[in-house]
């Protein structure tokens, strides 16, 4: 076979490997201690664990602290409009399937602006991995009620505590039809965080991890309770769910025994929120994804478009009389 000088260049790069640097984008603004740095260092792992190509990567993310990923990431990215990352993501992977697609939004874009974006995305389960940053507060705009904060909680817009029952992100996504993959994690295990976004990876459809997430410039004891208390903490375990390392096994004794293709049984884990439940909740792999029954990237060849375009605009074009007459 005889290979052009360019495919051998292509082909050298995309047997490329890349370390740990080629993800790495500008240094991370975030405060010290903020859990969002976690979940940066658990996705470079995985990019680079993976092989992923930075070119053929996008992050999409709305507005917040937590959105400030894709800035931190080598690859493509898009940090868009508050509450918008999930219909963002939805297009590029529509006109784009060949790309992999990351969503990093926070618990008030994505459960509060974003919510009904949220459900519909779900419920069109495009291929793609949507990662909530769950810190129960608007980081950015320092310090407002999100719709996940619990009740009683102080702050800027609740200054005598939360009065309603916190949004259950989890419960809602295990809700919606054609939910596919339900996951979640905690920012102080890093093994469990990196071992959920992998198998969330390897899902094909929407994959949902939220991961509780520590804002110590705003909320600084607020998850002290569960990151010092092993109890407070349940691992899911399962053949076909995370393994649990013998060390992590032995410091995290309480842990329980879930199958991940049982939805009825996760929305009942999902629904208790103290010991918080860690792992794999849901997953089926047999919900159809949106763009691959749609099939749109046949319909959206350049050609069809301009076709298609020049011929509704042909409908309402006034020709001059001459040309009117030309054409009978
Ligand atoms: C349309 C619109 N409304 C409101 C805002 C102000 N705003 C920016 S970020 C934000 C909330 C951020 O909270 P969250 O999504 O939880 O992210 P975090 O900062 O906690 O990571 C709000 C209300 C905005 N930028 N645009
Ligand atoms: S304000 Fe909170 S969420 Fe935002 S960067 Fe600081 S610690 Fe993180
Ligand atoms: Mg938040």
């Known amino acids: 076979m005889n290979l052009r000088a360019t495919d051998c260049v292509l082909r050298m790069m995309h047997e490329e490997e890349h370390d740990l640097e080629s993800y790495q984008a500008s240094i991370p603004r975030w405060c010290n201690g903020c859990g969002d740095n976690a979940i940066l260092a658990a996705v470079q792992r995985l990019c680079r664990d993976e092989k992923l190509r930075p070119e053929k990567t996008v992050f999409v993310s709305g507005i917040g602290c937590s959105s400030r990923f894709p800035h931190y990431m080598k690859t493509y990215g898009f940090h868009s409009i508050h509450g918008r990352a999930l219909p963002i993501a939805e297009g590029i992977k529509l006109t784009r399937p060949d790309l992999k697609v990351f969503v990093s939004t926070g618990d008030g874009d994505c459960c ?31 310090m407002q009620a999100s719709p996940t904060s619990p009740a009683g909680l102080k702050s800027k817009t609740t200054p005598r505590g939360a009065y309603l029952q916190a949004l259950n992100p989890l419960t809602v996504t295990l809700g919606v039809q054609n939910v596919s993959f339900v996951a979640q994690a905690v920012d102080w295990l890093p093994e469990v965080v990196y071992d959920v976004l992998a198998a969330a990876f390897h899902h094909k459809g929407l994959s949902f991890v939220r991961i509780i997430q520590r804002c110590p410039e705003f909320l600084p004891q607020h998850l002290d309770p569960w990151l010092h208390d092993p109890k407070r903490n349940l691992l899911l375990t399962h053949e076909n769910g ?62 069809r478009v301009r076709a298609g375009l020049e011929k509704e605009l042909d409908k309402f074009t006034v020709w001059p009389q001459e040309r009117r007459d030309e054409a009978r």
């Not at 769950?134 to 980081?139: A, F, K, S, T, V």
């Open 242 to 303: 995370i393994a649990i390392s013998a060390g992590l096994g032995k410091v995290y004794k309480n842990q329980r025994t879930h199958d991940p293709a049982d939805l009825n049984r996760a929305r009942e884990i999902a629904s208790v929120e103290d010991p918080i439940p860690v792992g794999i909740l849901y997953r089926n792999p047999d919900v159809p994804c949106y763009e691959e029954t749609r099939h749109l990237s046949v319909l959206t060849t350049p050609d």
């Open 112 to 142: 509060s602006i974003g919510a009904a974006h949220w459900i519909h995305a779900v419920r069109y389960n495009m291929n793609m991995i949507v990662v909530l940053h769950d810190n129960h507060i608007y980081g950015l705009t320092k």
